[in-house]
């Protein structure tokens, strides 16, 4: 089945320590988000990558880069974890289009210790 | 004002009632919506999308009003299986930013 896959599902990292969280997609859809999600809240979107054209929401903090380095992967990397960055990161993928669904990845739970 | 506001509940009803859940949005140039089901520690799920002529699926409908600037989603029937957080998703169009609301959280009472 055609699926976005996000690894790991579980992260633990130790404040400052620089970790990268993965997400790779089968529907070969052109464009990937990234979004935090802390609880009880909406999901926040970071960033997303409309085929190789990188689009930074404004209030994405620069501890947060992120590559994608062909159509199937795209990485979210947090440079120095701070305990405020402990939160689901879940990734999703769409097709360009005038009226299209976001499908999401499982997510990966960052613990930031 | 958010972008999109929802009554983040809980709306706590019994099996069998039917219940029904608005979410507002204020920019105009809005395009498509969505409304997303999402269980507790999982990744949001596509529930339906919402046309502007309503549409239904099963026990659930959903409706846009673009005058009012606002969607809403109606579960007939509710099961227990309902019981999740249910959030109004609206785009400006294509792949443009999305903006999620904080969700409305409904649990099914046996």
């Known amino acids: 089945d055609a699926m976005v896959i996000q690894n790991p599902r579980y992260q633990v990292t130790q404040f400052g320590k620089p970790v990268t969280l993965s997400c790779s997609q089968t529907l070969n859809h052109n464009v990937m988000y990234w979004y935090q999600q802390k609880s009880s809240q909406a999901p926040k979107l970071l960033f997303h990558y409309y085929d190789k054209d990188f689009n930074n929401e404004a209030d994405t903090p620069d501890n947060f880069q992120s590559r994608r380095p062909n159509t199937s992967f795209c990485f979210l990397d947090i440079r120095s974890p701070g305990l405020g960055d402990a939160a689901m990161y879940l990734c999703a993928t769409s097709s360009s289009g005038s009226y299209n669904e976001q499908f999401f990845g499982p997510g990966t739970r960052l613990t930031v210790l | ?110």
């Open chain 2, 1 to 110: 004002r958010k972008e999109v506001e929802q009554d983040p509940g809980p709306f706590n009803v019994p099996e069998g009632a039917t219940v029904a859940f608005n979410c507002t949005y204020s920019n105009s140039a809005s395009q498509s919506f969505f409304w997303y089901r999402q269980d507790c520690r999982k990744e949001p799920k596509l529930l339906m999308s919402v046309y502007s002529s309503g549409n239904e699926d099963g026990r659930f409908t959903a409706q846009l009003n673009r005058a009012s600037q606002y969607i809403s989603l109606l579960i007939r029937d509710s099961k227990l299986s309902d019981s999740a957080t249910y959030l109004c998703v609206v785009s400006r169009g294509g792949y443009q930013k999305v903006t999620f609301g904080t969700g409305t959280k409904l649990q099914v009472i046996p």
